[in-house]
């Protein structure tokens, strides 16, 4: 049997277990105050609280530990050595609590601003701000976090050094492999300043329609109005022109075209416009209005330009309007409907006029053999 210095072990043990003991009776604590701030989540400290308490009941007892380690009679080297690793253990809990803090804050912010509301364009420009700047932060700090604790270590630290003072080619060929990573963060807080686009924004990408469902780090989701999804770099916002339906406001004017017959009575149109416009919810009142847009020999183009509070009701109004006009036009002038027209009069008039001219030739003859009975034999003398 081994023969334990046990006074040292005593000397080295109780610090430890008395450090343990209480970081876990704080721990228990910080778990149990953070339920109770998730109860009320609707204040922001309590929100912050909730989100910070985990990576604090584990940080604490680490703190603990390193000031118990420091207490014990090990010899300097294990006590730097066991120091060090508590200190990365805490410097990650304090990189994962500020990173859970700032996203506590943007949820905060982000419930205080409800995008489901009638005007929510102030709403959507808060929680795209929000978002984008609250990503970026992230991960600044999980950098910033990460190069301080690999910075504790020496040998990485000297290699990094290393590599400043004599591998400047690898530094830039690393800058240009990275290069889309920070292009993309650097769009991210160009979209989140200027706001090109914002949270459920409708716009136009490749050809889609579609609104714009989620901002990351990296890319935009764009939800197609058939529920596909278009994933599309940040950076690509920055350098391509699109459309955006919604920037300064959701109302637009939707036309539709209809081809009609010269004849049709437009004032009829435009009566019966403006009652489809007023008896449709949809319509928003500002814009109700019939234009012949244009004149071609067969028929002419007319546009019924209408409006609404937004695309959503756009489309469906228009799609009523040329239902219920093309329900009208067939049932109180069906002669307004367009048709193609061959005009024959001008062929009648070149046949008649041919069978004048070889008729009396053709039927004198005929009248040799029967003159008696054709109406155009002259009476024999």
């Known amino acids: 049997m081994p023969d334990y210095d046990w006074d040292l072990v005593a000397a080295t043990a109780w610090p430890v277990v008395v450090a343990l003991a209480i970081g876990l009776v704080v721990r228990r604590l910080l778990l149990a105050a953070a339920r109770r701030a998730r109860a009320r989540a609707d204040r922001a400290w309590a929100r912050i609280f909730a989100a910070i308490a985990a990576p604090a009941a584990l940080a604490l007892p680490l703190l603990f530990l390193s000031l118990a380690v420091a207490a014990t009679p090990l010899p300097a080297e294990w006590i730097a050595r066991i120091q060090h690793l508590l200190g990365v253990g805490g410097a990650a809990c304090v990189t994962w609590a500020l990173v859970r803090g700032v996203g506590a804050i943007e949820r905060r912010i982000v419930a205080r601003h409800p995008v489901d509301v009638a005007d929510n364009l102030h709403a959507r420009r808060i929680q795209t701000q929000t978002r984008v700047i609250g990503r970026a932060v992230q991960i600044g700090i999980m950098l910033v976090g990460l190069a301080l604790i690999l910075m504790t270590f020496p040998t990485i630290r000297q290699v990094g050094a290393a590599l400043l003072a004599s591998a400047g ?204 009975g054709s109406p155009h034999a002259s009476p024999a003398p």
């Open 169 to 372: 080619l690898l530094g830039v060929v690393a800058g240009f492999a990275a290069r889309p990573v920070f292009g993309n963060l650097i769009a991210g807080l160009q979209i989140a300043i200027t706001q090109p686009i914002r949270l459920d924004d409708v716009v136009i990408v490749e050809g889609e329609w579609g609104r714009i469902e989620e901002i990351t780090s990296a890319y935009v989701v764009v939800r197609i109005w058939d529920q596909r999804r278009l994933v599309v770099p940040l950076q690509w916002f920055i350098e391509n022109p699109f459309q955006n339906w919604t920037r300064t406001s959701a109302e637009i004017l939707g036309p539709v075209f209809v081809w009609l017959d010269h004849g049709t009575p437009l004032r009829a149109v435009r009566d019966e416009l403006q009652r489809i416009c007023e008896s449709d919810p949809r319509w928003d009142g500002r814009v109700c209005v019939v234009h012949v847009d244009d004149l071609l020999p067969d028929a002419m183009k007319v546009r019924l330009l209408v409006s609404a509070r937004n695309s959503g009701d756009d489309y469906d109004l228009r799609a009523a309007v040329r239902e219920r006009m093309m329900e009208f036009l067939r049932r109180e002038h069906p002669q307004a409907l367009a048709r193609r027209r061959t005009e024959l009069g001008g062929s009648l008039a070149m046949a008649r006029g041919d069978r004048d001219a070889h008729g009396p030739a053709e039927e004198g003859a005929a009248g040799g053999n029967d003159a008696a």
